[in-house]
């Protein structure tokens, strides 16, 4: 055999590993004539796809293997499970995780078996299919995955197929100018192939259906250079597929010298289903739509069906392709290439492998001096920007700061002190800020920003993404897929930690008064507690040091999806270092110079999360110190939103012994909260004194206003809080009555102060705690 | 003046009314030196984009003016508010919708002041601003909205300025490839302006840095002719715009025509900021990032910033454009099309003016007998799909079928009985359903069908999205930003009534077995019930009869967002025709023959929502009632989920008093539910009997496993269900813990079927209700 039909044989092997997995329970190697009890009772999979990603693979091995390169694999058309557990396989990955499927004729029956079936594993690429870090159910993210990966990986080529069905998704199209982000000398490379085979689940696909000049030059637009491969007789497409590999791969070495200056790119266009069953029951399925899942349908029932399956796999000779028990045959594995070399046992691939933690500095060291909690302000994020600057400082090729554009508008400027911003495209002398080798990372795509980062976690580095709490949402279902994919990967044991995945949203719902109603939602933490408990953590630090404490925290956390939630403008400064690291190591408690039950059962609680409720709860608090002095008031504070829930729920959740001690189980709660008020409810429901528990948060009642007319358009002010307690804590409805009214008057003066001046009221604006009796 | 010199003094009144919206509070027309009182306190606003947007616009005018061209203006730097308002105001559309802000000094006054002032207007494009069908806050959406809007407008064109920023969002890289669904004679066209102007926040923009041939090809490549139009000298630059305009559009007609294949698209360079200041404390600002906002800051204290103001201002030559009462000089006036024909008078743009209801075929033709309920099976969405078919038919220009590709896959191909697919590009004899002017728009991007169908609604049609339920997470913040834009709508006397945004989630939760974790995810409903209680709308019916009845609601109804949780897979028919009509409008209610409370107390109430869980219900209760006969059961059916809320919390709350009479106020209710569990809690927390509720729910277990093992994973299933009734009925534990462990060695036996077989077991496959006795 030469090289090529040692491909070819490989190539052929994978195919038929597919089909077996689609179809057989049993008679792997096809020993005996196929029966209907050989037939799973449910065909599922993906056909449609997988021969081209099996095509791919073999030749990319022979790549790998000439050139001893690095490469990882991300199938895009992740639907081609079948083909990914099929390459591992043969490249005994599979039998190394999962020693039970042994690359025997057995194993090849469990192989089959497993296959989508209860108790198995899943049809699409997923956390259980060695070798990747992509998922293949919900399409998208394949590119930016792989850009991701080659981030400061030098050495690696990340080959990244992208099917014509996810090119016309959004995040995808995006994904293709990665290209301006990705430095020739300190990232790796990444090398899409665009694969073409016509159609998605019913309907012909745009790129597979635009002019094949449009096409290239579409290619070109993006800054790649395309290679065609085209075409359906495998031969003829081998020796094709070969050639441009090999003169891809020179071009991608000229990149990386600097004699080229810009990336190949492959346009692989392969029938839909190639190889399978040209037509049947008289209807062309080879080549068409109806190859995108089981060519055969009801094989069981349908002796015809039957009979073409058994002519269908018998195509790909497995006599040539595995012994007498069922193991490759020596063509074959020769293909294989050593070791980690292999795709499917890559380490990238399994970033907690290589992962090594961060090298982190003190953030005491950067903590604001608080002499007198409640008096003086800091803005928070700028704070930690000079934490982040000294994170970067510390590890220089293993963190990135994603975002949208904001990090200097979200007053994290710091970090630019030791870094600058991923830039290669143009440049002019008015931009700021760009470098080579920058570790921060701007695109107005919040999709790139999450792709990337993922990519980047999941081969086994670290970084935070920064973004505006209303457009978070965006990347909703990619962080219900990340999740997803953290929790998955915690139940196999061969998938080790990976850093967990950190956002930071900090232009929230309270200051957003000046862009108004559409840059108004705190929802995504309800997106985010939907999830498994043991993946997601949100924290609401309401200062510049529990902000500190917690991005240290999550930095050195694994396997979480953190979620903190911090404001850029000033607040004051609540808690001293100490403090601070006691406050979120709790993750709730009293703040004590703002209450005085003086250790006794107050008559009224107030709880707060979030810097704005936070700093509207101690204002109330003052008030009712002022005005009611014999009121027993109790100011909680939540930093660590999970500790509102019963353990049983969530690993940080609070018992019930504990939870009734801070909140009593009997009198009133007024909780002012960042967010929607029901998820509080939620959290809280089965809490013996919920009935008490009285909410209040934002009710979708957001315009263009000043910071303090937010508050009051959603009851979340320090006088609505004071009419709270009044309506709550029994008796005083009558007794502080002249009080309730000065508050609602109150609100109404700031109203009309706010409609005539278009600012907020000294009073209210810059208002600080009355500074403590010592 | 000739016709480029009132375009230019178009522009400069724009240019200037900009300004003044961002900087003054009084002094409108400059008749006496700035004065630091004439300043607003808070400078809010986008500069950048504004001259860019102006520019535009005054061009198009001509065009409209000299072709009488119907035409609507999308604004995707819709940041750029000021513009557009300046727009409206010139052509006195906006002092027609707000009378008080009138076309004279006063009324000039009034619009500076009252833009991002609190009580005023928002800073982006908005509901609020008379001419636009786009929000301007979240960037992405542009063009596709641009796209829905010309489909079924054959003599409309829609010019959609596209910045640079926003260009690199994945929802909009998408959607310039959307031409491809565009009908040359049905539809009309979208003329795309791409705005390079450089920068971003702070960054430069991918688009406006890659090489100006790359830039083409790209153009190119997504099928499109790019004209050129860059500089910065306006006199040069109103001559090549003009006179590209004037092709262009000699292009567009040819296009129409037939006699040119592809559409044209502008790109247009221009510097951030034009017309600003060059240099602020001595550095660049127009032409760089700093343009993006405010270019002058802290005017009202800096007296070189105010007189910098100052001259600018009056470099646009005030007096040229306003007579001394204010009002534009005629010479701007004449440049201004007639009534409708103003762009921002346009009734395309204020959709409900021109809507016209649904012809609706009487949905109860499709109904499916019912004589036994609970004994039949029928797979709801095949039902629904032949009533959709009548409504395409009877309404052939006014309503679209949106989806990824999921049409037939859905079981609603009886749509295609009497239309195919939209499509425009190649074709193949492989091809099945592709139509000219097809009613069923399939590409697989959930944003391009979001996009393309609000684009549709806001300018007066009517259609429905169908989507997986996981991925519809992907559109959540177009959701949340199309709520929150009908939301304002409805607070906006002259923005009539739109047709409602539908969804039909099909392939749920409780079906993907097959697929996986991956595509199990119900988290939509969470991220719809916080938007506000006016705009949002749930419907869950158990079966074909009820889905009829709920989508013909949902058609009929206008300015909500309507989601429809129903399956493909074959249910039980539970509801006869008229049954099914009062069910639904109830919302909710007992099913009486699965009940045997007989009008007395129950023991216990057994309530769903969803058509798994309803079965599963179903399935307890019959068990119940075969084992424990003696044990009264109530079970309710809830299609309607906004039902369980208090009244106050949504206008479809139900008042307690029927709640409690139907829940009761003391007997356990085990509430089996379509999504996750504490959503129920959440909306019924309140309720009197909520201490004795138990929620069943997807709690994230998910995996490839079998329906009814999916149920079991989430304890969903009929013997789980059981199991929670003697747990909670008092006195069952005890005197029925011998059923209690037949349902638990059920469960394992289910279990054990699944893993042996692949599939579920017959008893529970084929599970009806026992038939009742008469």
Same mark, same amino acid.
């Given at each position: 055999m030469d090289a090529l039909e040692r491909i070819d044989a490989f190539w052929r092997a994978a195919n038929y590993l597919a089909v077996g997995q689609i179809y057989l329970l049993d008679n792997p190697l096809l020993t005996e004539p196929l029966k209907p009890e050989h037939i799973k009772p449910r065909l599922l999979g993906h056909w449609g796809t997988t021969p081209g990603l099996n095509f791919c693979f073999a030749h990319l091995n022979r790549v790998i293997a000439e050139r001893d390169q690095d490469m990882i694999y991300v199938a895009g058309p992740?639907?081609?499970g079948p083909a990914a557990v099929a390459h591992a396989w043969l490249e005994g990955s599979y039998s190394d995780r999962y020693p039970d499927v042994s690359q025997d004729a057995e194993g090849m029956r469990r192989l089959f078996r497993q296959f989508s079936f209860p108790g198995g594993i899943p049809s699409h690429v997923a956390p259980e299919t060695p070798g990747s870090i992509h998922e293949g159910g919900e399409l998208g993210y394949s590119l930016a995955h792989a850009y991701g990966a080659a981030f400061d990986n030098p050495d690696l080529v990340v080959a990244c197929v992208i099917g014509d069905g996810e090119a016309e998704t959004g995040p995808l199209a995006a994904s293709w100018h990665s290209n301006k982000f990705l430095d020739p000398r300190r990232d790796g490379v990444v090398l899409p192939i665009l694969h073409l085979n016509g159609y998605k689940i019913a309907n012909p696909t745009v790129l597979s259906r635009i002019p094949?000049?449009?096409?290239?030059k579409l290619m070109e637009g993006y800054g790649y250079r395309p290679y065609l491969v085209e075409g359906d007789d495998p031969t003829a497409m081998h020796a094709l597929m070969a050639r441009t590999l090999d003169e891809v791969f020179d071009e991608i070495a000229a990149y990386k010298d600097g004699r080229a200056d810009r990336l190949p790119m492959i346009v692989l266009r392969t029938p839909k289903g190639w190889t399978g069953p040209r037509e049947v029951d008289g209807v062309p399925v080879e080549g068409t739509w109806r190859a995108h899942q089981v060519p055969l349908a009801a094989v069981r029932e349908n002796p015809g069906h039957l009979a073409m399956l058994e002519e269908w796999m018998r195509s790909y000779r497995p006599g040539e392709l595995f012994d007498a028990d069922g193991r490759p045959v020596a063509e074959i594995l020769e293909t294989v290439p050593e070791g980690p070399r292999r795709m499917s046992a890559s380490p990238h691939a399994n970033g907690g492998e290589i992962l090594r933690p961060l090298v982190l500095p003190d953030f005491r060291d950067h903590a604001v001096a608080v002499p007198v909690p409640g008096t003086a302000l800091t803005e928070p994020t700028r704070v930690l920007g000079r934490f982040l600057r000294d994170v970067i400082a510390a590890n220089p090729r293993t963190f990135r700061l994603m975002g949208p554009d904001e990090t200097d508008s979200n007053r994290l400027s710091a970090v630019f002190e030791v870094t600058g911003r991923a830039w290669h495209a143009g440049t002019l002398p008015t931009d700021a800020r760009l470098a080579e080798g920058g570790r921060v990372m701007e695109v107005l795509s919040e999709h790139l920003c999450q792709g990337w980062l993922e990519g980047y976690l999941l081969t086994g580095r670290h970084g935070l993404f920064t973004c505006y709490e209303a457009f978070i949402h965006i990347v909703d279902a990619m962080f219900n897929q990340h999740a997803k994919w953290l929790d998955a990967s915690r139940r196999i044991p061969w998938r080790r930690p990976v850093a967990s995945l950190n956002y930071l949203l900090s232009s929230h719902v309270w200051r957003q008064d000046h862009n108004g109603f559409s840059h108004q939602d705190p929802g995504f933490l309800d997106v985010v507690v939907n999830k498994k408990a043991g +993946?997601?953590?949100?924290?609401?630090?309401? @200062?510049a040091n529990t902000l500190l404490s917690?991005?240290? *925290? !999550?930095? =050195?956390?694994?396997?979480?999806?953190?979620?903190? +939630?911090?404001?850029?403008?000033?607040?004051? @400064?609540?808690?001293?270092?100490?403090?601070?690291?006691? *406050? !979120?190591? =709790?993750?709730?408690?009293?703040?004590?110079?703002?209450?005085?039950?003086?250790?006794?059962?107050? @008559?009224?609680?107030?709880?707060?999360?979030?810097d704005v409720p936070t700093l509207e709860t101690l204002a109330a608090a003052a008030l009712l110190r002022e005005h009611l002095p014999w009121l027993r008031v109790r100011v909680i504070n939540v930093v660590d939103l999970m500790r509102l829930q019963p353990p049983a729920e969530h690993p940080h959740g609070m018992p019930d012994a504990e939870f009734d001690a801070l909140f009593t189980t009997n009198k009133p709660v007024i909780f002012n909260f960042h967010g929607y008020p029901w998820l509080i409810h939620r959290l809280t429901y089965r809490r013996n004194g919920h009935a008490n528990l009285h909410v209040r948060g934002y009710k979708e009642e957001g315009t263009t206003t000043t910071p303090f007319d937010m508050a009051m358009l959603n009851d979340i002010d320090r006088y609505h809080l004071v009419m709270d307690v009044i309506d709550r804590v029994p008796g005083l409805r009558v007794t502080a009555a002249h009080l309730r009214q000065r508050m609602a008057d109150a609100r109404l003066r700031a109203r009309a102060h706010t409609r005539d001046h278009g600012e907020d009221a000294p009073e209210v604006r810059d208002w600080t705690w009355p500074e403590r009796r010592s």
């Open positions: 992740g639907h081609g094949s000049e449009d096409l290239v +993946v997601v953590r949100v924290y609401l630090p309401p @200062d917690v991005a240290d *925290h !999550c930095l =050195r956390s694994r396997d979480y999806v953190n979620v903190v +939630v911090a404001g850029k403008q000033p607040v004051l @400064d609540l808690f001293g270092e100490e403090e601070a690291v006691t *406050h !979120c190591a =709790r993750g709730l408690g009293i703040i004590d110079w703002a209450s005085n039950d003086a250790g006794q059962e107050p @008559d009224v609680v107030l709880a707060c999360a979030g």
